[in-house]
Each structure stands twice: as C-alpha cells, then as structure tokens.
C-alpha cells in the first residue's frame, strides 16, 4: 500500500499517459496493416483514382508503402519503382515526406514498445509490494481520462478534420513538406478519405479502451 501522497499522483499522472499512448498507438499498428489497407478499399465511398490507377494496382502499391514505413528500408526501395509506362511512382518530394514518415513511424513503434513494457513493469511492481488493488483504481482512473481526451478529438474530427489534420502535420513535419498535387502518386493511393477513417478509428478503438478500462475495472472495485 502507498501511503505518500506525492507518489500516488506521480504514478496516476504517469499511468494515464502510459494508458493513454498504449491505446492510440495500438490503434495505430492496427492500421498499419494491408488488411486495413484493403478494408479501406472495399468500401463504396471510398474513391477512384480519377487519374487511371485501377483498384488493382493501388491495392498492389499501397502495401509497399506501407511496408516501407514499417522496416529499416532506403528510400531507394520506393524512389527504383516504376508504372508500366517507366514512369517513376514517386517524384523527390514525395520520397522526401515518406522518409520523414518512416521516421515517425519507427519512432511511434518504439514508444509503443516502451510503454507497453512499462506499464507491465509498474503492474509487476505493484503485485509485488502489494498495492495491486492500488494500481487497478490508477489504470481505471486513466481510464476516464482517455474517455475525455479522445472524446474531445473524435469530436473535432467530426466536427472538422481539416484542423485537426493540419495541426498533426505542422506539429509533426516541417513547413509544407505534406503537401502535394491531386496528381501525385500518395494522394492517389492514401486520398484524404482514408486519413478520415484512419483517424477516426484510431480516436473510437482508443475512446472504447478507455470505457473498458474505467468500467471494468471500476466494476471489479466494487466486488471487492
């Protein structure tokens, strides 16, 4: 059992954020996958390429992308690919941005990891010193949190993706390096219709975590 006030609002401010990274960036590697990749694609909203690209080929291009972002590749892996007239698929500018998301994502993946092995670590910790019951109010507490941060962006995003779309953006990425023609190949493959339910999805899964979390384990509180 904690008895230093001090500490228990360390640990709570400390769980929340790990509840709160862990939820968003395992919706995150969800989407990081052909599988949502192909989801995306079935839907009938989901748009043609007005350019020409069959359904086919963007199915065929857009897991190499995604496979890019996910391994220690050069840019050389998507700047050597060619349509099959020999034009390239992606010009300077578009590898640039790819290498900057590569960085991102890589780095995203490793306080994924990191949070994860933390939070079972204090979760160890706690079973250990015998202050389990403790750490279940904490992560419940958390909980509720997620529910009002991620409550509030699904919000915005329905309310206005744009803002919320720009803001990750400038906060992420330099200038205007994100920005591209209708014509070019990323916006082809990942039109802004996909970033609309990517990140709505990753807001939902992480806004129900967070009610399992609070109620569940607020539920299992008052059993005991």
Known sequence: MIKNPALM??????????????????????????????FEYQQKSFP?????????????????????????????????LRFDDGAVMFNERELQHMVDVQTLTQLFLKVWYGSLVLFLVLGLVAWRGDWLGEFRKMVSTAGLSTIIVLGTLVLLLLLSFDVVFVGFHRIFFEGDSWLFLYSDTLIRLFPEKFWQDAFL????????????????????????
């Not at 291009?61 to 998507?78: I, M, N």
């Not at 939902?204 to 005991?224: C, I, P």
């Open 201 to 224: 999805l990753v807001g939902a899964f992480s806004f129900l975590g967070g009610v399992l979390l609070w109620l569940g384990l607020r539920r299992k509180q008052n059993q005991e």
């Open 9 to 38: 609002r360390t640990l709570q401010v400390l769980v929340s954020v790990l509840v709160l990274l862990i939820l968003i960036l395992t919706g995150v590697r969800l989407l990081l996958t052909e599988t949502f990749v192909r």
């Open 48 to 80: 043609p390429d007005t350019y020409g690209m069959t359904k086919d080929e963007r199915l065929t291009y857009a897991p190499v992308a995604l496979e890019f972002l996910l391994k220690d590749v050069p840019p050389s892996f998507l700047g050597d």
